[in-house]
């Protein structure tokens, strides 16, 4: 994407791909954060470590957010052309839940436990006309 940048560093491996969440490890218990973290928040220990979290999941739980977003996720809608949109927690191999925006925005669309992977998005564009980019997770199949 020429004229993009990501809406916050670190969270996510860009612009290589395929993307992939970027987080944080303790080598102490081997409990992992997102996003990265300077102390572990399972043992207090500070001897954490970059870890690449993987750009896959499954849906844990979920709703459909039926308000705009605050500052600083709000994107270019306003109130006539805002869409609701799908919200879950993704389970990452590690074990680790992230809360994310989801691309389904229908009840029928989603399901706990269904595969989901991740996807970078622009959520809008910055002063100087650049593309803010961030994650959401989408279904990774076609559901049937």
């Known amino acids: 994407m020429p004229d993009a940048k990501p809406l916050h560093d670190g969270l996510f491996s860009w612009p290589d791909a395929p993307s992939t969440l970027m987080g944080s490890r303790c080598l102490d218990c081997g409990e992992h954060a997102f996003p990265s973290q300077k102390s572990c928040r399972a043992c207090s220990g500070q001897n954490m ?12 739980t979920w709703t459909i957010q039926s308000f705009m977003p605050k500052t600083p996720y709000h994107t270019d809608e306003t109130p006539e052309t805002f869409k609701p949109y799908g919200v879950g927690y993704i389970e990452l191999a590690c074990g680790l839940k992230v809360e994310s925006r989801l691309r389904e925005n229908q009840a029928e669309q989603l399901k706990i436990g269904m595969p989901m992977k991740l996807e970078i998005i622009t959520v809008r564009k910055d002063d100087e006309g650049s593309d ?12 049937g």
Do not use: P
């Open 49 to 60: 470590t970059a870890a690449d979290l993987g750009n896959e999941g499954v849906l844990w």
């Open 132 to 143: 803010l980019l961030t994650f959401q997770f989408c279904a990774s199949e076609e559901q």
